[in-house]
């Protein structure tokens, strides 16, 4: 059984989203994006068609919107449909929307870049302040990305092969000092919530990240937290006030 909804946009029809409410995947129609693009479905049906490994194309038999009958439809994955859209010729759509396409692309061969030489990608829209009743989950994130963080340093150490036993050992500390300090945040977290937004653990990995790009030495590295600390007059760069990140983004940016 489906369930069939109409995803709105600009001015446009929208496009059909399907789920299938016994597994809970969640399909698109690429006609009715194309339809969107202004470009030819025919061809963009013969291409998935041919390679349906690849974007599990199939038709499925749904009754949509405004009709009575079961009719054949040709569905991707969601968790397909930014790679399809990734490979579409931005000439052949309608010029109006040539821009936003091409920006959209443009960010996801960022977000690929990210994943795999960072070790995370930031969606900047996700980014919401987690408070309140989710304190425990946001603390889980903060730890997930402190762990993160640091097993990536240790496979670019390994990848290098210059880890001696002292650069472990250190290393090892570090990670030490890191989760004894989560510890001590967890519990001022949960005895005294601030009155003042903080940043969100995205941002504050988008940061993270930011001056790992600036700085070439942990030396570098740790002499840019003193000075940001010092110029934000804040203990951790965790507790940045959220109304002062897009200051600090411009703060490390000129770095």
């Known amino acids: 059984m489906y369930q069939i909804g109409i995803i709105p946009f600009k001015e446009t029809n929208g496009f059909i989203s399907i789920k299938n409410l016994e597994d809970q995947k969640i399909y698109v129609s690429p006609k009715t994006l194309c339809e969107i693009f202004g470009i030819s479905w025919q061809s963009q049906q013969e291409k998935l068609a041919k390679n349906a490994q690849r ?21 991707i994955p969601d968790s397909k449909v930014r790679s399809w859209i990734c490979g579409i010729n931005v000439e052949k759509v309608k010029p109006e929307m040539q821009e936003q396409l091409l920006a ?7 977000v690929l870049n990210d994943y795999w030489n960072k070790g995370i990608a930031i969606n900047p829209r996700h980014s919401e302040q987690i408070q309140g009743e989710n304190f425990p989950f946001s ?7 402190s ?20 650069r472990f050992q250190d290393f090892a500390k570090s990670c030490e000092n890191r989760f004894t300090a989560l510890e001590k945040d967890k519990k001022a977290k949960i005895l005294d919530v601030p009155a003042v937004a903080r940043i969100s653990v995205e941002q504050a990995q988008l940061l993270c990240n930011l001056v790992k790009e600036k700085a070439t ?10 000075n940001f600390k010092q110029n934000f007059q804040v203990k951790s760069y965790q507790h940045l006030p959220s109304s002062l990140f897009q200051e600090a983004l411009r703060w490390v940016n000129q770095l």
């Open 104 to 110: 959209f692309q443009d960010e996801c061969d960022q």
């Open 147 to 166: 762990i993160k963080e640091a097993m990536h340093e240790l496979a670019i150490a390994l990848k290098a092969s210059f880890v001696s036993q002292d």
């Open 217 to 226: 030495t942990r030396k570098e590295i740790c002499q840019i937290w003193k």
């Open 55 to 75: 974007w599990h194309y199939q038709m499925i038999s749904v009754v949509l919107p405004g009709d009575t009958r079961h009719r054949e439809i040709g569905v």
């Open 139 to 145: 603390l889980a994130q903060t730890i997930s990305n």
